[in-house]
Structures are given as C-alpha cells and as structure tokens.
C-alpha cells in the first residue's frame, strides 16, 4: 500500500513509499467453492468456476494497469452462460478472494446476474455482514502521513527545492487517494445493491447500514454521507410496524458498538506564498451523540441534535 515514508529527522524530505498503491499486493487468495447441489449438473456449478477465474483475472489486470476495465457491473451481458442462481447466491454471500478489492469486484459484477438475496437466520446474516466487502483504505488516513506532514507544518519556512519536493509528493499523495476511490466503486455499489435488496423494512435495512458505516471507519475515509443515510433510514423508522421493541434494542446495540472507533485522516494541506505548509485533519467515526440521536429517531423522537 502506498503511503509517506517515516521522517528520519525534521530535515529529511517528506517522501511517497515506492511500491504501488494497488500494484505491489502479492495475491496468495484461495476461491472458496459453492456447495454442492445434487439436482445440479458439474457442468453447471463449473460456470461459476470459469466465471470467478475471468472476473479474478479482470480484477487483477485493473490493479496492474490501476484502471478499472468497466464501470459498471456488466459480466451477465459478456458471459456466455447461465449460471444456476443458488450457485450465484452462494458466491455473493461469502467472500471470493484475500485480496479486498479482487473480492469486491467478484462479487460486484456477480451481481449483473441480479441473483435473489437469500432467506437468513440472524446468525447468518451476521455473518454476511462480517463478510461485507472491505473498502481500500484512504491513503490519508494512514498515521505516518499525518505524523510527516505535522513535523514540516511545524517548520517555520522551507527552503525553496523542498518546499517543490513537499508539493510534489502531496500531489502524489492526492493522486493515490484518487486511485483508492475509484477502486472502491466495486465495494461501494455492492454494498448499494444489498441495500436495495433489503428494501425498507425490518431490522436488516438498518444493521446492513451500520455494517457499511463500520467498513468506513475501518478504512479512514469520511462517515459523513453514510451517516446522514442512517439518520433518514433511522427517521423513517418510526412508522414501520414490522420494527418490534427487540428490534430497535439489538439495532441501537449494534451503533453502540462503533462508539470508539475513530480514524483521523488528513483533509487538506495548504501551501502558503511564505512557504510554510498548514494541515487541516478531519475524522472518521461515531461518537455518542450519533448514537443519541439514532436511538431517539428509532423511538419516534425528534430532536434538534
């Protein structure tokens, strides 16, 4: 993963890590197989093989050339068979590959097929949400960029070759938080297409948002637009008959969770014409007042918080 280097002292120049933001995973994954249907020919269950091997392939040729080779999940329209749909169903409800972003892009174009969400017990769904695919993390979230960056912010002026050098590697830093997101569109319109499998009732819709704000803070980019999704989906809440008691105690449990969890990620860095450089933070997380005020919305109150 691409990130700063450590400062060596508060003289040394602030550097990007040479290896490859998404070239340099070394990918040792292992293709879990779908279970075996008797009714089902091995003709059959062999489609989903060759079909995980092509899109495997694909999503390793993207991370080669950092540019992914569709934008949306088009694989039913290229491949040439069927593929049984409880095999299909298998495949998105576990995780394909080690790697995050080879597994979000198997499941992602899997979901061209627009395969039926299966019926699940709450341990098994857990267990789905467990499995939710992992987002690529923010390059600058990454704790040695903040700790580099805060040692030449506190630097009074740079000389004129430096300060050229600090840009250009901020640049560069810019150009591999791009990369990151664009390789997350996988991950993220996955987690888009459950969402709108789930529909807009019950406890699911609700506990499938806040497994999606756990991956954002895991990976240390803004909870901010995630957020705002829980507190309207929490809002609407209220008028669901199909939400019991035991319902909105197990959801409200499940927020209480993230309380704690927090990722400081650097939101800008400014380059002053005296050649001094000013660093802004921001965070990923939930605090308690987040989880107040989703509580409140889940019991039908309405607060200026």
Same mark, same amino acid.
């Given at each position: 993963m691409?990130?700063?280097?450590? +400062?060596r002292s508060a003289s040394s120049r602030l550097t990007v890590f040479a290896c490859a933001f998404l070239v340099s995973v070394t990918v040792h994954g292992t &293709?879990?197989? %779908?279970?075996? =249907?008797p009714v089902q020919s091995p003709e059959k269950h062999q489609r989903l093989r060759e079909a995980r091997r092509l899109l495997i392939e694909e999503a390793l040729e993207a991370q080669k050339n950092e540019l992914l080779p569709t934008l949306s999940p088009d694989f039913a329209k290229r491949f040439a068979h069927q593929i049984p749909l409880a095999d299909l169903t298998q495949a998105i409800l576990v995780r394909t590959h080690r790697d995050p972003f080879v597994d979000a892009y198997v499941r992602w174009q899997l979901t061209s097929f627009d395969p039926p969400l299966p019926q699940l017990s709450d341990q098994e769904f857990a267990v789905f949400m467990d499995a939710i695919p992992a987002l690529i993390p923010n390059p600058r979230a990454d704790p040695e960029v903040a700790s580099a960056l805060e040692q030449l912010e506190d630097l009074l002026v740079l000389s004129a070759r430096r300060f050229q050098r600090v840009r250009d590697d901020v640049a560069q830093l810019d150009r591999r938080t791009d990369l990151a997101e664009r390789f997350n569109e996988p991950a993220m319109s996955f987690a888009e297409w459950v969402q709108d499998k789930l529909g807009k009732t019950g406890p699911r819709p609700r506990q499938w948002l806040l497994a999606r704000c756990a991956a954002t803070i895991g990976a240390g980019w803004s909870t901010r637009s995630i957020k705002t999704k829980i507190t309207r989906q929490f809002t609407a809440s209220v008028d669901d008959q199909s939400l019991t008691?035991?319902?909105?105690?197990? @959801? &409200? +449990? +499940? %927020? +209480? #969770?993230?309380?704690g969890s927090k990722r400081r990620f650097v939101k800008d860095v400014t380059f002053l014409a005296n050649r001094t450089v000013r660093v /802004?933070? !921001? !965070?990923?997380?939930? =605090?308690?007042? =987040? &989880?107040? #005020?989703? !509580? $409140?919305?889940?019991?039908? @109150? #309405? /607060? $200026? #918080?």
């Amino acid at each position: 993963m691409m990130n700063f280097a450590k +400062q060596r002292s508060a003289s040394s120049r602030l550097t990007v890590f040479a290896c490859a933001f998404l070239v340099s995973v070394t990918v040792h994954g292992t &293709v879990e197989a %779908a279970p075996t =249907d008797p009714v089902q020919s091995p003709e059959k269950h062999q489609r989903l093989r060759e079909a995980r091997r092509l899109l495997i392939e694909e999503a390793l040729e993207a991370q080669k050339n950092e540019l992914l080779p569709t934008l949306s999940p088009d694989f039913a329209k290229r491949f040439a068979h069927q593929i049984p749909l409880a095999d299909l169903t298998q495949a998105i409800l576990v995780r394909t590959h080690r790697d995050p972003f080879v597994d979000a892009y198997v499941r992602w174009q899997l979901t061209s097929f627009d395969p039926p969400l299966p019926q699940l017990s709450d341990q098994e769904f857990a267990v789905f949400m467990d499995a939710i695919p992992a987002l690529i993390p923010n390059p600058r979230a990454d704790p040695e960029v903040a700790s580099a960056l805060e040692q030449l912010e506190d630097l009074l002026v740079l000389s004129a070759r430096r300060f050229q050098r600090v840009r250009d590697d901020v640049a560069q830093l810019d150009r591999r938080t791009d990369l990151a997101e664009r390789f997350n569109e996988p991950a993220m319109s996955f987690a888009e297409w459950v969402q709108d499998k789930l529909g807009k009732t019950g406890p699911r819709p609700r506990q499938w948002l806040l497994a999606r704000c756990a991956a954002t803070i895991g990976a240390g980019w803004s909870t901010r637009s995630i957020k705002t999704k829980i507190t309207r989906q929490f809002t609407a809440s209220v008028d669901d008959q199909s939400l019991t008691t035991e319902h909105r105690r197990l @959801i &409200v +449990q +499940q %927020a +209480q #969770r993230l309380v704690g969890s927090k990722r400081r990620f650097v939101k800008d860095v400014t380059f002053l014409a005296n050649r001094t450089v000013r660093v /802004t933070f !921001s !965070s990923s997380g939930v =605090d308690r007042d =987040d &989880v107040k #005020r989703w !509580s $409140d919305r889940l019991a039908g @109150i #309405r /607060t $200026d #918080r």
